[in-house]
């Protein structure tokens, strides 16, 4: 091998590895990350208590992300069981940082939120735009140690648009993660 081929092969394999640390840097999700992959949980809450999880995952190419969520709440006080699943697509962050989500669930709702970090870049949140005569919805979700995620969804009546009271509260690990990690 000559020296300008090792000199090339050298180059190429600098750029393949400075390449994936670059892309790191300017990442459009970065203040996803935490969120990114398979999570199972169980909370309390209005409906009561639950067990679920969700997927956050990248999808067209990278263009946008998509949260599944699934929670089975199981008959309680005279309540039949029920499910809750909703499908949540978000777009990527403006120059300010602030992202953009759409929420569609099995009960009809349409949600339309905006994102936010908070806690220092370990958390985020997605509040729900005004709208008149509407109830207003915040979703938070917190970075915890050890692969947990603290999530909570609050509720603000029509004429209190600010008002919100905790509707369900959750602790959520990621997938693979054993409960004693808590």
């Given amino acids: ?99 953009r989500a759409t929420y569609w669930d099995n009960e009809g709702h349409v949600i339309h939120y905006s994102v936010t970090r908070s806690d220092g870049g370990r958390g985020l949140v997605f509040l729900s735009d005004v709208a008149a005569g509407q109830p207003r919805f915040r979703l938070t979700y917190h970075a915890g140690a050890e692969e947990v995620v603290a999530l909570k969804f609050e509720i603000a009546p029509p004429a209190k648009a600010d008002a919100f009271q905790t509707y369900i509260e959750s602790t959520c690990r990621r997938k693979g993660v054993s409960k004693a990690v808590r």
């Fill in 1 to 99: 091998m000559t020296s300008r081929t090792r000199f090339s092969a050298a180059l190429l394999a600098a750029l393949a590895i400075a390449g994936p640390c670059a892309a790191a840097d300017d990442d459009t999700w970065s203040a996803f990350r935490f969120l990114l992959g398979e999570w199972v949980g169980d909370g309390d809450g209005a409906p009561g208590k639950g067990s679920g999880g969700f997927t956050l995952a990248p999808e067209l190419g990278g263009k946008i992300l998509v949260r599944k969520n699934r929670a089975e709440y199981p008959a309680a006080n005279g309540r039949p069981a029920s499910v809750h699943e909703d499908l949540m697509v978000i777009e990527p962050p403006d120059k300010r940082g602030t992202a």
